[in-house]
Structures are given as structure tokens and as C-alpha cells.
């Protein structure tokens, strides 16, 4: 004779499909929580680390664990990076009293035309005129010197472009802005001359 199941035991068993589900996406919802909270990897020499989440809803009980290998030592010691020119903090006074203000390099580059170096600056956030802004060009054993009067804009003072003729090879370019107020300069760029 066979068995008919009893209405109440059908539902129940389509109902703990969806609580079974419902513990798995919760478990994996706290395992990538818990992944993304990590902000820091073990210790040198420590062991792995085991995280595990644990949700609780009506029904089954479902447990999940992650392992995360213990980094291992590199054979090369790390390459040091280039040391950037300090540039002066922003807002920090120059010495002689005036304010520092940030000058900004937008273009820089070979003019084949007029076979010179031209670039173009900006004073970010002052807006004054009395300034002059210098292109220096530092290449090989030389350096190039290129100064102009510094225009007041809407929100900046504009350098425009300032150029000086350069001899073939690799020059460092920076902009600097004097004024009896405020004076700054750009971080330095890098210009190749054909």
C-alpha cells in the first residue's frame, strides 16, 4: 500500500527550500562582508587565518569557513621608488612673509615651429596682477630662463605661454610666480628636444 503524504509535510518541504536558501546567501553575505572588512593581512610568519560567519533563521543552520594562505617572503628585495621634489606645503608661508600659492604646468612641449620649449602655467585660486611668472629649463649644462607679466583671470592669474629656445635632449621645465604678495612653483616637468 503506498503512503500519501499529508498536506501540512508538502508545504513544509517546499518551505525549507527557501530557508535553505535564504541561510546560504545569508552565509554568503557574511563571508564577503567579513572579506571586505579585512583591511590589514596577517603578520609575517603567522599562520593562516580562518574566518568564519554563522546566520541563524528559523529552519537549518548553516556554517561557512574561508582560509587565507599566510603571505609568503619575496627572494627580491623591493625596488625603492623615485624620491619626488618636496614641494612646499599648501598654505605654508614662504619665508620673506608672502602667501604660497599652487602654479599649475597645463601644457608643456617641443614648438617645432618656433624650435623652442613652450609652456603653459596658471596661479591656481589668486587672482592679482603685479606678478611675473619664469620658465626655468634646466638640460644639459645649461639652463634657460624665459620670464613674462602674469594676467589676472576669473578665478586664477594666468602665466600664458612661456617659451625659450633649448638645444637637443632632455630638459626639466618649472614655472615659478613672484608677486610683493604671494609667490609658488609647479612641479617640475620633463621636456624632449628632437
Same mark, same amino acid.
Not at 139 to 158: E, F, K, L, V
Given at each position: ?15 525549507? *527550500?527557501? &530557508?535553505? %536558501?535564504?541561510?546560504?546567501? +545569508?552565509?554568503?553575505?557574511? $563571508? @564577503?562582508?567579513?572579506?571586505?572588512? =579585512? #583591511? ?71 614648438? *617645432?615651429? &618656433?624650435? %623652442?620649449?613652450?609652456?603653459? +602655467?596658471?596661479?591656481?585660486? $589668486? @587672482?592679482?596682477?603685479?606678478?611675473? =611668472? #619664469? ?60
Amino acid at each position: 500500500m503506498r503512503a500519501t503524504p499529508s498536506p501540512s509535510a508538502g508545504r513544509a518541504g517546499r518551505r525549507s *527550500v527557501p &530557508a535553505r %536558501r535564504a541561510v546560504a546567501c +545569508a552565509a554568503s553575505l557574511a $563571508l @564577503v562582508l567579513l572579506a571586505a572588512a =579585512c #583591511t590589514t593581512g596577517p603578520r609575517e610568519g603567522a599562520a593562516p587565518t580562518t574566518a568564519s560567519a554563522t546566520a541563524s533563521t528559523p529552519g537549518p543552520t548553516s556554517t561557512a569557513t574561508a582560509t587565507t594562505p599566510a603571505p609568503q617572503a619575496s627572494a627580491q628585495p623591493p625596488t625603492p621608488e623615485p624620491t619626488p621634489e618636496p614641494a612646499p606645503a599648501p598654505g605654508a608661508e614662504p619665508p620673506d612673509g608672502r602667501g604660497a600659492v599652487p602654479v599649475v604646468v597645463t601644457y608643456s612641449g617641443w614648438d *617645432v615651429a &618656433a624650435s %623652442r620649449v613652450a609652456v603653459g +602655467a596658471y596661479v591656481e585660486g $589668486l @587672482v592679482e596682477s603685479g606678478g611675473t =611668472c #619664469t620658465l626655468t629649463l634646466t638640460g644639459p649644462g645649461t639652463t634657460r630662463t624665459a620670464s613674462q607679466p602674469a594676467t589676472p583671470d576669473a578665478g586664477s592669474t594666468s602665466c600664458g605661454e612661456l617659451a625659450a629656445g633649448a638645444s637637443s635632449g632632455t630638459w626639466s621645465a618649472r614655472v615659478t610666480y613672484e608677486s610683493p604678495t604671494a609667490s609658488g612653483a609647479s612641479a617640475t616637468v620633463e621636456v624632449v628636444v628632437p
